[in-house]
């Protein structure tokens, strides 16, 4: 039988609403019965039922957004679909932007507990142990967005990197490539540094092919100058008939210093994206890129803590949609 | 002799307490003794002290961002010059998203009152006459960012957008062109609509060039296709050397289309756009644009706000921030 909240309060020696208020204003509790409290609730592995929390906190039918950069063209379409999924549910949602800076991020998940959120869409970045921890401490109900977690059990809403890289890499095999670029993100990242280098690899090895550490070029943070990252990505390396770049910003750098080299795109190099900003409509040539239906990941991130808040069953906890390859005019047959 | 709190609840005949509800919470005094403290504000055109608002009203360090359409990246430096700015003088920003919608405009509005946020930062609409009687009746100190008033004394940064598509016109025709197109936002937008056709008409008369109407294409809203908008515009009209896009990215799909119809740029027509996006460095060839220092716009509109809750009188009420004319391979002499 799952622990209740009157179990937490017994072995705690604490009435319920010390518990509560544990749970609500940690900071109204004098610390040895704070730490009883959590020593009890860890203990159990008691769960507050999300609808007892509504209840007991007041809703205030808001719900906070981190993202970690908002010069990201990536987040435009999600936050548009989260907005529709909140209009629908009754949300207001406001965004804060962290910088990938931890210490912004813990400043604003106080901001959002002073302000009463009702729930959380954490985007894009890792959840490190003390995040966990904070966002623990605070009690806030919490879905990942482009994200996930292997190691704690948060709901979460991404594509399959790992494979959305296979499938780029393999389609541009497929045409006939053999001696392909990567510009990739740091593999310090793991939701979008080594997960999409792992797709990439495999799709080299299991088509026979080498993989030569000079065809990759690694951007250490997101705003890395494009155009620079792809200078450096042709500077050491030799050969390249494609580029597979980790974002449409880093792809629109390549198109832009290989156009500015004269090296026609796709008849020389074919260039090959990732995301599907809606701006990689619109480059010279049209860019072929992985598409993220970003705009159903925010919906559904915020159905999914809508169901969580309301205290409904969600049947998957690690939800994974659809990645497409969308073929425009910066590919070619070799 | 300026108006104190004291005049006010005298000419009301109630207390000072309930002047200082009505300003902090309406809703908590009875309508009569309302419209009375109200009415006696207006008659004397009392205007709180920011500071002794300040001294009244607890502070929460927060500060609200309202922006149109996030999915414009012209918003991304906006934003970060605002955290910066907020940063170093101890705010934290937290951002909605009002889909250019009247009605999530106010329940945003509410929202923020809700969480007594400091102050307003309104970003690039107009203020129409029921926004402003709202953010008065909420006794909201607000900065507009990217926008102003004529009609109301509010605070505000942004460019002189008229004498940045002059100038951005007066460019192209020292550069030869005399057959100019031009994308415009819609007239009815006032500040980036009318300022922006305003100043491309004045620099036609004054070089003594037809103002020709089908040389002009008007977008309704922000996101029209872009790629659309530039078919629209040559279907229209004929023999055209070089367009004017009022934003960066109606500029690109400008690009896109003239790329696809085999047309080079700038050899056969020059295209200058608007803004200084990042992306716009990236665009097949560069783009050339007019730049708005988007980064100083939110930092300063930051520092006129922080000003304006602490008191502290700002020179300048219309602060009007330099512009540059960007030139980079778009663009050649005709």
Redo the contacts between chains.
Sequence with gaps: MKPTIKDVAKIASVSISTVSRVMNAPDTVVENKKKRVLDAIEELKYKPNALARGLIYKK?H?LGVVIPD??N?Y???I??GM?DASKKSGY??????T?TDGNRLF??LN?FY??QIDGLLYTSNPIFPDYYKELKRLRMPVVLVATHSMEYELPSVKINDEQAAYDATQFLIDSGHRNIGMISFDLGDSIAGQTRYQGFVRALRENNLELKRDNIFFVSEYFHD??DAAESLFRQSSGLTAVFAVSD?LA??V??YL?EKGVAVPNEVSVVGFDNI??S??????LTTVAQPMYQIGYRAVEKLHALINGEADPVLREIVPHEIVVRASTGRL
């Design positions: 205030t808001t908002i010069r063209p987040y435009a379409d936050i548009r907005e207001s949602l406001i965004i804060c932007n910088d400043s604003y901001t002073e302000k494009p155009y910003v629109m750098g198109l832009s156009n809606r701006l409509a619109f480059t010279v040539p049209k």
